[in-house]
């Protein structure tokens, strides 16, 4: 039954929310700021973000779980549908990502993760499912190659990418035969690297210009898969050179903020990175706020935001772990495995241990859309701790 049970929540999961989106705002502020009077307003848009986030986060851990059986059925094509739409709108800065309304955008890969995941959940928690069959695991990975490509044509590779781990955690606890995700891991590990090899010897724009004829035998012929930002990011990651060009001057600023907090850091609103201008205040906000506090309060201040995830990140385990069907389960484990992919990589790509990305960090990073989706995944996570077995 739908309700909130004030006894049964669980308040550590919400206080750590709030505090995150505390935190979030006042760096937010911190990263637009310039001056005294001279700051922008995302701040006071991530406050709205975050209000109506909250809103829905107490709507959903309101709402009984069990009952997103019967609507995923019609969620699943709606997003699949939405994820269509946006090619219809024009693209921004070369991807197809958002549709347009008035007074607002949607990015419906944003909510196409939790959807996804509630999808496939759904399908291998049916009590007549055969778990062990081949056409279970096919009918599984189709579900989520329908809404991963399409993101990845927007173009949002990092974005469909994310969704892969969440649903092999939820396939392994379901008892789908190892040897299917031995082979599918094993095959598309070896497509990445052999990918990112191809991408660091192709020949590079303009190299019939710039280089010799012996330079030019080396390369291999270009690849059409990726975006040319896509594969520059790839090349800087994989290269013993320092770039100071686009694609290597945020990943090179972002670890020089890092790296000048020390360890109580500059003080809040004395970092010197984004303030000057060098980590863009394009990003800082958003893909790398990260940065900003590590900048501005130090490593005492970073290891304080690594331990709130740890907490949000324990209780989301948790309650996959009290739930009380598979359902609920296996819903837990895929949302707190999405969380845990986003939290890694941002923070690993802003320390320098993973190629830069646009994976926004999880309650933290400026975004309608993310932040809504967050807090309607962690109300999910609210709604199946309510209403968990006692143990």
């Not at 196409?112 to 496939?120: D, E, N, V």
């Not at 190659?145 to 092999?168: F, K």
């Not at 686009?246 to 500059?266: H, M």
């Not at 609920?328 to 939290?343: D, E, N, P």
């Amino acid at each position: 039954m739908n309700g909130l049970a004030p006894k049964r929540m669980d308040w550590s999961l919400t206080g750590t929310v709030l505090a995150l989106l505390t935190i979030s705002t006042l760096f937010i502020y911190s990263a637009q700021f310039q001056a005294p009077g001279s700051v922008g307003s995302t701040w006071q848009r991530q406050i709205f973000f975050g209000g109506a986030g909250l809103g829905l986060y107490l709507f959903t851990a309101w709402f009984d779980y069990r009952s997103l059986i019967r609507w995923v059925g019609w969620l699943y094509p709606i997003i699949i549908g939405l994820l269509l739409l946006v090619f219809l709108f024009p693209s921004i800065n070369g991807a197809h990502r958002w549709i347009n309304l008035p007074g607002f955008t949607i990015q419906p890969s944003e909510l196409a993760k939790p959807i996804t995941l509630i999808m496939i959940a759904s399908f291998l928690s049916a009590p007549d499912r055969d778990r062990e069959s081949n056409q279970t695991f096919l009918w599984a990975i189709g579900l989520l190659a329908l809404p991963l490509i399409l993101i990845a044509l927007e173009p949002d590779l990092s974005t469909a990418l994310v969704m892969i781990p969440s649903v092999i955690a939820m396939l392994l606890y379901a008892g789908i035969k190892r040897k299917w995700l031995v082979r599918t891991v094993i095959g598309f590990t070896l497509f990445s690297i052999l990918l990112c090899g191809w991408i660091k010897y192709e020949a590079p724009i303009g190299a019939d210009k710039n280089t010799s004829t012996t330079e030019q035998k080396w390369h291999l012929p270009t690849v059409p898969l990726l975006e040319p930002y896509q594969k520059e990011r790839i090349r800087v990651f994989l290269s013993d050179d320092v770039d100071t060009a686009d694609a290597g001057w945020n990943k090179l600023q972002a670890q020089v903020a890092v790296g000048s907090g020390g360890l109580r850091g500059k003080g809040y609103l004395q970092g010197t990175q984004n303030m000057l201008g060098f980590l863009p205040r394009t990003v800082a906000p958003t893909d790398f706020i990260f940065c900003v506090i590590a900048e501005e309060m130090g490593f005492i201040g970073s290891i304080s935001i690594l331990l709130l995830y740890m907490l949000l990140l324990g209780r989301c385990l948790r309650t996959a772990w009290r739930a009380r069907d598979e359902f609920g389960r296996m819903v837990a484990l895929g949302i707190s495995t999405l969380l845990f992919c986003h939290i890694f990589i941002n923070i690993a790509m802003t320390i320098g241990l993973l190629p830069i990305t646009g994976l926004p960090l999880p309650l933290m990073s400026y975004g309608g859309s993310f932040m809504i989706s967050t807090l309607v995944a962690l109300g999910i996570i609210q709604s199946i701790y309510q209403r968990r077995r006692i143990r």
